[in-house]
């Protein structure tokens, strides 16, 4: 069996063939990006399981983020020092024990620091599959083929989270969401050990950054603990002033940190100079922080409210799935043509657009046009807007900062899907206690008020998407050139269309 992905197949520790390297660690990718959207449809069982509120829900969800997103620069740097089968190896292992024990919670902590262990295992698992990648494809074409498998999969995870989460909450348990990945895991991990070579950059003078990773993931739990702790406590009570205080600190402390004592900095400020990796990095701020909370509102709304079984509501989520696939499919052929920012205003307002219309849920909305509609039309968007942000971020970058670049955006998109599902998460919780404050109890009142406050932050996400939508306007809005490696080694000027 052989995917042709080159004349001349590299070979891993014992003369292991290419696809066989590629299929491991497309294993680990699916693992990872799976664990985002798996957990979604399970979250009412596990809500009623371990007896979670509203508001602290979604940290199941944000435990993984934060430090998936806190970490995930010094992952690929680890890659680089310490070797790709080690750090590989290292994070599978952090990953696979991680659900195992997250399966076995019998408490909210205990599940929620499974989760945080989790996104830490992600986030030095991810970038070490694309590090094997790079390093065991080096013919253009081959290597051009392995990161289009390695996208796809990525891709897959998320369309058969939804529905895998649905089937194993419905059919055994909400623990089997963890539990899965755990024979996934040691199979990973077994065939890595046979068939990955170690390689490592013997010359490197890079150095990981710890402190810029914890005082980054320690600023944005800060944040993202003050605004769900608001909603329970308030906003002028001691415990949200003292997080909302730590965080700015934090993130703080970690600016002053980056750009004055970081020997190898994990998030070089001057990259934010270059206005279209900045510009990029805002509208993901955007995107991610619109539609990762309409999933969470979604998810709770299709089964509290409509009374949709687990395996209902994946399948509800597949037509989203599709569309993220077809707008990103259409972007990456239309990006040469339109332009990267043209794209950008189309996809987010698209996505603003769904989620305006989403916001008019009721209790009774027909499925067709105030469900599915919406939906799609949010996913389609966000499809639209991944390929040319890609773009964008890493336009203007030298050629070896590529990767960081790539990095950046990654992590953006990772922040704010944190702090907006923080924000619209404790909107909503608000909205809703109002609601039941202000109406009788009867026999839909309660239904009624979730809906009511999963509308408002629906409506409230779509404004940040238009906010995404207005951030374009920071891309340059004329051609840029610069220099590219042709597949021959040479130097060629490359044009760049924004507009």
């Known amino acids: 069996m052989s995917l042709n992905l080159s004349s001349k197949a590299q070979r891993g520790a014992k003369g292991s063939p290419d696809w066989l390297i590629l299929a491991v660690v497309c294993v680990a990718q699916f693992m990872v990006v799976l664990d985002v959207s798996v957990v979604n449809v399970a979250l009412p069982a596990i809500k009623t399981s371990l007896g979670f509120s509203q508001t602290g829900l979604q940290w199941i969800l944000n435990a993984y983020t934060l430090t998936f997103a806190g970490f995930l620069l010094l992952g690929g740097r680890a890659a680089d020092l310490y070797g790709r089968k080690r750090v590989y190896l ?31 295992g992600g986030a030095i698992l991810s970038p070490a599959t694309l590090t094997i990648i790079t390093t065991t494809f080096t013919d253009p074409k081959a290597r051009s083929k392995a990161l289009g498998m390695w996208s796809a999969v990525a891709g897959a995870g998320g369309a058969v989270g939804a529905l895998l989460g649905g089937v194993l909450t419905q059919l055994v348990s909400w623990r089997w969401i963890l539990f899965i990945n755990v024979p996934v895991g040691a199979i990973a991990f077994v065939a890595a050990m046979v068939v990955i070579s170690e390689r490592r950059r013997e010359d490197s003078k890079v150095k990981l950054d710890l402190p810029g990773s914890f005082l980054v993931t320690f600023g944005l739990a800060s944040l993202v603990y003050g605004l769900v702790n608001s909603s329970t406590y308030g906003w002028g009570s001691m415990s949200t002033i003292l997080s909302f205080a730590f965080a700015v600190i934090g993130l703080v402390w970690f600016v002053i940190h980056e750009m004055r004592y970081a020997e190898s900095p994990l998030m070089p400020m001057s990259m934010f100079k270059i206005r279209p990796v900045m510009g990029a990095n805002v509208v993901m701020m955007a995107v991610g922080g619109s539609i990762f909370a309409s999933w969470f509102f979604l998810s709770l709304y299709f089964q509290e409210v409509r009374g949709y079984s687990p395996i209902k509501t994946g399948l509800v989520f597949l037509p989203q799935t599709i569309a ?3 707008g990103a499919q259409f972007s990456s052929r239309m990006l040469g043509r339109i332009g990267a920012k043209k794209l950008l205003v189309a996809g987010t307002a698209i996505s603003a657009l769904g989620l305006g219309l989403m916001g008019m849920i009721s209790i009774n909305s027909p499925y067709l046009t105030s469900i599915l509609v919406p939906s799609i039309l949010i996913t389609l968007g966000a499809g639209l807007s991944f390929t040319p942000l890609a773009f964008a971020a890493t336009s203007g970058v030298r050629p070896q900062d590529a990767g960081l670049a790539s990095g950046l955006l990654n992590t953006s998109r990772q922040v704010g899907g944190a702090i907006g599902l923080a924000a619209l998460a404790t909107l909503a919780t608000s909205v809703t206690t109002s609601y039941l404050l202000h109406h009788h109890a009867g026999g839909q009142v309660a239904s009624q008020a979730l809906t009511h406050g999963y509308a408002v932050a629906l409506r409230i996400s779509a404004l940040v998407a238009l906010a995404g939508t207005a951030a374009t306007s920071l891309l340059p809005s004329h051609s840029q050139t610069k220099d590219a490696h042709g597949t021959n080694g040479s130097v060629e000027r490359v044009e760049i269309a924004f507009d």
Do not use: D, H, P, W
């Open 324 to 326: 993220i696939i077809v």
């Open 90 to 120: 290292f994070g599978m292992a952090l990953f696979t024990v991680s659900s195992l024990v997250g399966g076995f919670s019998n408490s909210q902590e205990m599940l929620v620091i499974s989760r945080a262990v989790q996104g830490l």
